[in-house]
């Protein structure tokens, strides 16, 4: 994977919405919308402890990347990237952070909503390092 470019960074971090694939054990990709906010050279996504992507990430890193609709759908090019999972309190808060500065009262509706119904699943982080474009 070679290094991204800031203009990739900043086109997938600008996004409301980006599609992340993920691949199971058997090489089959499940693309999934996620909010994904910017700090620094990575993209990061908050998801449950024992989602699927969780899962996947475990298993294998590797994930595409681009920006979507609510829906899932592909609103520009995907991306190759690389992913590793954060289990931290610490990695969870810093995103919590993240994510109610770039999608406000959104994100804060979302997050007291879920935490009623949240019960013991928990949270992790997903930090992904993102591939620059091919050229040419």
Not at 16 to 31: C, E, H, M
Not at 51 to 75: E, I, Y
Not at 110 to 117: C, E, H, I, P, T
Request: aromatic fraction near 8%.
């Amino acid at each position: 994977m070679s290094a991204p470019t800031n203009a990739e960074i900043e086109r997938l971090g600008a996004a409301t919405y980006l599609s992340l694939t993920t691949f199971r054990k058997d090489g089959t990709p499940v693309a999934t919308p996620v909010w994904a906010s910017k700090d620094g050279k990575h993209l990061y996504v908050w998801t449950e402890t024992d989602a699927g992507k969780t899962k996947r990430l475990r298993n294998s890193g590797r994930v595409l990347l681009a920006p979507c609709d609510s829906r899932g759908g592909l609103q520009g090019a995907q991306v190759e990237g690389t992913a590793v999972v954060l289990d931290t309190a610490s990695d969870v808060e810093r995103l919590k952070t993240l994510h109610r500065a770039k999608y406000g009262l959104q994100f804060r509706a979302f997050d007291g909503f879920a935490s009623l119904f949240r019960r013991a699943r928990g949270h992790v982080v997903i930090e992904i390092s993102v591939a620059s474009p091919p050229s040419g």
